[in-house]
T-cell receptor, first 114, second 115 residues
Framework: AQSVTQPDIHITVSEGASLELRCNYSYGATPYLFWYVQSPGQGLQLLLKYFSGDTLVQGIKGFEAEFKRSQSSFNLRKPSVHWSDAAEYFCAVDLGGGSYIPTFGRGTSLIVHP | DVKVTQSSRYLVKRTGEKVFLECVQDMDHENMFWYRQDPGLGLRLIYFSYDVKMKEKGDIPEGYSVSREKKERFSLILESASTNQTSMYLC??????????????FGQGTRLTVV
């Protein structure tokens, strides 16, 4: 069965510092890969996705993620964090449509210090 | 703009009540999902529906049922609410055609408290 691991439950950074959130997946084939963000009390919003091609993917709000097949990883990065980035971040994998079900990691809570 | 709407943001129900959580999407998506979100546990799938009148159990279906009579609406039913069903419930929908369209769209969530 496919699985997603986000090893960091909480990450604390200072405003203006760089950020990297880790995500590893386990599956026989390369799935489609996603990062979502959830602000407090809200639903999830898509930040970016990878399904093929260029392994560096750009998303909204200045985020990017790099797919590394050899490491089964899809880490999320941002060069300079803003206080408004404080939220819960979820990595997800999916085989795409039909009866396949997206699988989510447990999430990483980002805390931003002024 | 794509929309998934959950009927309530906050609900308080009594133990033993039958509870209905409604979700409507306006994107003509085939797939719809109900997740439960608890601190430290991430999103856990309760049920999903890959088309009208079709449903599949997820990881934690016990104590829940679902209904999908129309494509745009997916209802989650708590047959007899219990305090351990106090949680945030998230509905999502998704297309099934092609890799470019496989992201899930989420509602705002329903925070259910069972007392």
């Amino acid at each position: 069965a496919q699985s997603v691991t986000q090893p960091d439950i909480h990450i604390t950074v200072s405003e203006g510092a760089s950020l990297e959130l880790r995500c590893n997946y386990s599956y026989g084939a390369t799935p489609y890969l996603f990062w979502y963000v959830q602000s407090p009390g809200q639903g999830l919003q898509l930040l970016l996705k990878y399904f093929s091609g260029d392994t560096l993917v750009q998303g909204i709000k200045g985020f990017e993620a790099e797919f590394k097949r050899s490491q089964s990883s899809f880490n999320l990065r941002k060069p300079s964090v803003h206080w408004s980035d404080a939220a819960e971040y979820f990595c997800a994998v999916d085989l795409g449509g039909g009866s396949y079900i997206p699988t989510f990691g447990r999430g990483t809570s980002l805390i931003v210090h002024p | 703009d794509v929309k998934v709407t959950q009927s309530s943001r906050y609900l308080v129900k009594r133990t033993g009540e039958k509870v209905f959580l409604e979700c409507v999407q306006d994107m003509d998506h085939e797939n719809m999902f109900w997740y439960r979100q608890d601190p430290g546990l991430g999103l856990r799938l309760i049920y999903f529906s890959y088309d009208v009148k079709m449903k599949e159990k997820g990881d934690i279906p016990e104590g829940y049922s679902v209904s999908r009579e129309k494509k745009e609406r997916f209802s989650l039913i708590l047959e007899s609410a219990s305090t351990n069903q106090t949680s945030m419930y998230l509905c999502a929908s998704r297309m099934t055609s092609g890799p470019r369209n496989t992201e899930a769209f989420f509602g705002q969530g329903t925070r259910l408290t069972v007392v």
